[in-house]
């Protein structure tokens, strides 16, 4: 395997994204390679899956006014390092809120004029403030980057109650077609700014009845909204957006929502996605929270649609190394079932990521005005770990042996395998891997993430 070129990043609490010296193969002529006296523990096979899409985060209001309080050289920086194609991260698929999400300064919808069922004072003036800009220098950096949109809350007035937190949508035929409406008309007027929204989801977290902006729905009710309304409009207006069945999320704790659901499966996309006529708009699933119990089956049943991981579990503004060892398992327990990209929430905040409502959330990045440049937390290095060489259009790849259940790998377009893995115990563990053409034998540390690339 001579022609093979191998890279080996590794991050530990103490020391992060840290090149290492790269382990000779055993069918070189070292013969002291550690990797021909042990059987692999993990070995990349043959098989084929998801085509990967790629990894990003949310544009939101809060995190692009702490990159404001930046200087301007250190917001470029950081930007690169998000966006740029050849940047830390290299983002390529990235959301951003239809109306107020629950980390916007306040809440708000893009048209407030009650009964205006036509839509004709719908606006985004407000999203030209804080979002445009926002989204506009991640595009200059990378112009392939794709996004996708979703609602926290319909307008106030087509809800009941009246009011942006909690509640339903009016089911009234006139208000429904005026929210498919409203769809329409965002993608639209994004379009006159020169953005393209590739997606919409429906609705964020469709079981989330909360106090920030939020509207609960039933299957049932996306099913009927999907196929008699927003699906029609969308093809009546020419629009090339595709509809996701997103963001399903499912209550905690998981066993209360059994006591009433089979699974959020069985009552979202089972319902949605059994009705061909609704099932004719759907381009694909995004499931977030609760919804990582519901991929595995949804993914199974309709292995021809697209799945996203929407929005990644959000700790409490602590960002410890301890948690982001549980996010890493949720990457690869996503990867694992079938999504094609994988989406963290904040990507920038402030000192506790304190949202406009009171609860603190981990981000990648720590926005201190008082130092005048981004704090790198423990999570920015996860996402690394998984980004920085899996491109868009690589193919995530089969792994066996007993340190599959930490890893994933993905073949890329140049025909080099990009391995992600982690040690999650509290002691140094011996990998042994099998290329397919040669075996290596790696030492890692202690509570640790690694990225392996071998190159074609």
């Known amino acids: ?196 929204i590739h997606q919409v989801h429906v609705q964020n977290e469709v079981v989330a009845d909360q106090k920030f902006p939020s509207c609960v729905w039933t299957g049932e009710q996306l099913r009927e909204f999907i196929r008699d309304y927003l699906g029609p409009a969308f093809a009546d207006h ?17 066993d209360e929502w059994l006591k009433h659901k089979s699974s959020d499966h069985d009552a979202f996309a089972g319902v949605v996605l059994g009705d061909p006529e609704a099932y004719k708009y759907v381009k694909g699933v995004g499931y977030q929270w609760a919804g990582k119990h519901a991929i595995q089956r949804t993914a199974l049943s309709y292995p021809e649609l697209r799945y996203m991981q929407t929005e990644n579990e959000c700790g409490d503004g602590e960002n410890t190394w301890f948690y982001a060892k549980y996010v890493f398992g949720l990457y690869q327990h996503y990867f694992t079932n079938g999504v094609n990209a994988y989406i963290y929430w904040n990507m920038a905040l402030a000192p506790k990521g304190r949202s406009t409502w009171g609860w603190e959330q981990n981000s990648m990045l720590t926005i201190d005005p008082g130092q005048n440049a981004a704090i790198i937390n423990p999570e920015y290095y996860v996402m690394q770990h998984f980004s920085r060489f899996a491109a868009p259009g690589s193919v995530r790849v089969g792994l066996k042996g007993p340190w599959s259940g930490h890893s994933v790998a993905f073949r890329t377009p140049d025909g080099g395998v990009t391995l992600v893995l982690a040690n999650p115990y509290k002691e140094k563990r011996m990998l042994h891997l099998d290329s397919g053409s040669a075996e290596y034998a790696f030492e890692l540390e202690p509570e640790s993430f690694h990225t392996i690339v071998l190159g074609p």
């Open 1 to 196: 395997m001579t022609n093979t070129q191998l890279r080996w990043f590794a991050s530990t609490e103490q020391a992060a994204w840290v090149e290492q010296e790269a382990p000779e193969p055993s069918g070189s002529d070292k013969s002291d390679s550690p990797a021909k006296a042990n059987k692999p523990n993990l070995s990349i096979t043959a098989d084929q899956h998801q085509i990967l899409e790629g990894f990003g985060g949310c544009f939101n209001e809060l995190g692009y006014e702490a990159l404001l309080t930046l200087p301007e050289e250190e917001r470029a920086r950081v930007m690169h390092a998000l966006f740029h194609p050849e940047g830390e991260q290299r983002f390529s698929i990235c959301r951003l809120p239809i109306g107020a999400s629950d980390y916007a300064l306040e809440w708000y919808s893009h048209n407030e004029t009650d009964g205006d069922y036509a839509m004709e004072h719908f606006s985004i003036e407000r999203d030209r403030k804080y979002l445009i800009p926002y989204i506009r220098e991640a595009l200059a950096l990378n112009p392939e980057l794709k996004l996708f949109a979703s609602p926290w809350s319909p307008p106030t007035w087509m809800k009941f109650p009246k009011a942006y937190n909690y509640g339903t949508l009016r089911w009234e035929p006139e208000n429904l077609a005026a929210y498919a409406l409203y769809f329409v008309k965002f993608v639209q007027a994004y379009k006159e700014e020169e953005i393209t």
């Open 238 to 254: 020419g629009l090339d957006t595709e509809i996701w069945l997103g963001t399903i999320n499912a209550p905690e704790p998981w």
